[in-house]
């Protein structure tokens, strides 16, 4: 549930783009990588429950999502630079998992070729931001910055997930370090996580942009109990 | 390709020259091709006019793939079940690359996207009228799929016969996504229709409020379209408004009934004389204001799009700068 929870969310934010990105291509990229994602969501979630029941009528306090997926689109900079630290920890647990012999070997296999895919666009624009006009690689060191606290929770164990997750950590380090660097940007110094302890959105305790967004998401399934759609 | 134009061809004595002869010639051709059915292509030469209009349709077209995704993304943070969420997405993402193909395709014909979107932002090309109405409830997604994309397939079937190729070509991709959507459109209202109490009065809400502005898709009557008579005859058209509108409605009756659904217009009715429907007369007063750009969303639509354009402003720079730099080594070796 935790990894559907953030298929589901960061879907959910790339769907805010649709009609605002910075040109058309975009559009059409966004949009595919946030479709590849529900559709991982559907299949994590139902491995659970019904999915419209997790995804409409849980609160915020029983989410299980990572922050740094809930986190606001902000600046086109922003949005790229979660990209490149969800799609890159993304790719190294789903090229574990689809290894192993787990339930979810199978999803695993299907989901490593989209989120190569995604990791391949983060890391591109990542350059082109980074090492593009001062404004863009401003920007862009900002948006790596601002979003560094929330790196660290990925790593937190997950029940049913069996890697060997500080090696992976290693792994993450040193491939984010390399996109950055080749992208002339410095790799933030900062803790890699927040004032909450690590592992808090994975513990329902989340950012407040969070509460907005779902109940965004959720007004319409809520307001007819029992309706299909 | 020529550069023969009409101006270019007469001298100041208004006698013939060679170029002059020649674009008679060429465009003997060109009718003949047209007469023929045969497809004109970006290099065959064509009248200025016949490239204008073209280049006028064509960007319209993309222009309202464009802002056509506004209304309909207005409802993916919302969407109710997470199928239909997927359905959604995927349909704006079908457009943003519907818009992405016209585009090419007015390139083909020396224009440039770019200097297309400026004349979208600066308002001094139109898109569709439609994509000035609000979506004011999850069921007018499903009314924009039913009757928006089933009276633009109406329209943009027969050109896919149009008489220039790369248009016509992506007429018939374009056609094919279209006219899934609009399945995907019937199929949300008809599960709205037969659901709840509040769920079908929901969906015949958005009926009511779109029949008529759908029907007004169809363009102006034909005693006032002022660029119809002329498109046909380039076979860039091949029917008129008038008989578009008339074979929507008839395609739409039966739909409405099957879905459980009426439709907005006493006046409806079968008229078995003409084999047709005769039906109510349309507010042209509404649809020339909408036009011209007082209808309830143009502001709201035009500012969204120029505000993602300049507010892109700096990726696009960025991209721009960094395929500078990173491009030297490989355009001197």
């Known amino acids: 549930m935790p990894l559907g929870d953030d298929a589901l969310v960061l879907s959910h934010r790339l769907g805010e783009w649709a009609g605002h990105a910075p040109v058309l291509e975009e559009e059409v990229a966004l949009a595919n990588i946030a479709l590849d994602l529900l559709g991982q969501a559907r299949v994590l979630l139902s491995l659970v429950g019904d999915e419209d029941e997790l995804a409409y009528l849980r609160e915020e306090r029983a989410f299980r999502n990572l922050q740094l997926v809930e986190q606001p689109n902000g600046d086109f900079a922003h949005t790229i630079a979660r990209q490149l630290y969800f799609s890159t920890y993304q790719k190294l647990l789903y090229g574990q998992l689809a290894a192993g012999d787990s339930e979810l070997a199978g999803l695993a296999a299907k989901a490593v070729k989209e989120v190569a895919y995604h990791q391949d666009h983060a890391e591109q624009w990542t350059l082109r931001l980074g090492d593009g006009t001062d404004e863009s690689h401003q920007r862009m060191q900002q948006a790596c910055e601002a979003l560094w606290r929330f790196t660290g929770e990925m790593f937190q164990p997950l029940d049913g997930v069996d890697i060997d997750w500080r090696e992976t950590e290693a792994t993450w380090l040193a491939s984010v370090t390399a996109v950055l660097q080749r992208a002339t940007l410095t790799v933030p110094e900062g803790p890699r996580s927040g004032a909450w302890a690590a592992g808090a959105g994975r513990q329902g305790l989340h950012t407040e942009p969070f509460g907005r967004m779902l109940a965004e998401m959720q007004h319409l399934h809520r307001s007819h109990p029992g309706a299909t759609w | ?333």
Request: glycine letters at 6%.
């Open chain 2, 1 to 333: 390709m020529t550069a023969v134009t009409a101006e270019t061809g007469t001298n100041t004595h208004g006698s013939q020259t060679a170029d002059d002869k020649d674009t008679a010639v060429y465009a003997a051709a060109f009718d003949a091709a047209v007469a023929a059915d045969e497809r004109i292509e970006p290099r065959d030469w064509m009248p200025d006019a016949y490239r204008a209009s073209l280049v006028r349709q064509i960007a319209q077209h993309a222009h309202s793939e464009i802002i056509g995704m506004q209304p309909e993304s207005n409802w993916i943070t919302r969407a109710p079940s997470l199928r239909r969420k997927a359905i959604l997405m995927a349909k704006v993402q079908d457009e943003a690359g519907h818009g992405l193909y016209l585009y090419s395709a007015a390139e083909t014909l020396g224009v440039s996207r770019d200097e297309l979107l400026d004349k979208l932002h600066s308002g001094r090309q139109k898109y569709s009228s439609i994509f000035n109405y609000p979506t004011l409830t999850w069921a007018d997604v499903g009314a924009i799929g039913w009757l928006v994309d089933g009276a633009a397939i109406t329209n943009q079937v027969p050109l896919c016969r149009c008489s220039y190729g790369p248009y016509a070509r992506a007429m018939v991709r374009v056609c094919k996504e279209e006219s899934f959507h609009q399945r995907q459109g019937y199929e949300l209202l008809l599960a709205l229709s037969q659901g709840t109490g509040e769920q079908h009065a929901m969906a015949q809400d958005a009926v009511d409020r779109w029949w008529w502005p759908s029907l007004m898709m169809f363009g102006p009557p034909d005693d006032e379209s002022s660029h119809s008579v002329q498109s046909m005859a380039w076979k860039i058209k091949r029917h008129s408004n008038d008989e578009l509108r008339q074979r929507f409605v008839d395609i739409c009756v039966p739909q409405a009934e099957a879905l459980g659904l009426t439709l907005p217009d006493p006046d409806l009715r079968w008229n078995e004389e003409r084999g047709h429907h005769d039906f109510g007369t349309i507010d042209w007063t509404e649809f020339w204001d909408v036009l011209k750009g007082n209808g309830p969303c143009n502001e709201q639509r035009l500012t969204q799009r120029r505000r993602a354009h300049e507010e892109g402003a700096w990726v696009r720079d960025a991209a721009a700068a960094y395929a500078t730099k990173h491009s030297n080594g490989e355009a001197t070796a």
